[in-house]
């Protein structure tokens, strides 16, 4: 089994940053054999893709985030990061932590979120 901690959410003014943390454990864990990522859910809507990150670096995020978000990992630490600038009241929403293996059956994993509030 493997659990995926959050931190870094929390309440920031338009135009400020955040930068989210993810670290990853779990019996037998290889953070080498999974794409981590983050997600989001805004009040109201459904679940959307934020950014992924394979074990290599490469890297998928949403077109509307790119230039203001950046994803990144660190292989030795088993954490992912997102680290968010230019923050807009839209952004407000709970962020998942998602690990998923890059193998079959391609098991994945979801932390339990964190709130992330971008208000004046």
């Known amino acids: 089994q493997v659990q995926l901690v959050e931190s870094g959410g929390g309440l920031v003014q338009p135009g400020g940053s955040l930068k989210l943390s993810c670290a990853a454990s779990g019996v037998g864990f290889n953070t080498y054999r999974y794409d981590m990522g983050w997600y989001r859910q805004p009040p109201g809507k459904q679940r959307e893709l934020v950014a992924a990150?394979?074990?290599?670096?490469?890297?998928n995020m949403a077109d509307s985030l790119k230039g203001r978000f950046a994803i990144g990992r660190d292989n030795a630490k088993n954490t992912v990061y997102l680290q968010m600038d230019g923050l807009k009241p839209e952004d407000t929403a709970v962020y998942y932590c998602?690990?998923?293996?890059?193998?079959?059956?391609?098991?994945?994993?979801w932390g339990q979120g964190t709130q992330v509030t971008v208000s004046s």
């Open positions: 998602h690990a998923k293996a890059t193998v079959w059956p391609r098991t994945e994993y």
């Open positions: 990150i394979t074990p290599g670096g490469y890297t």
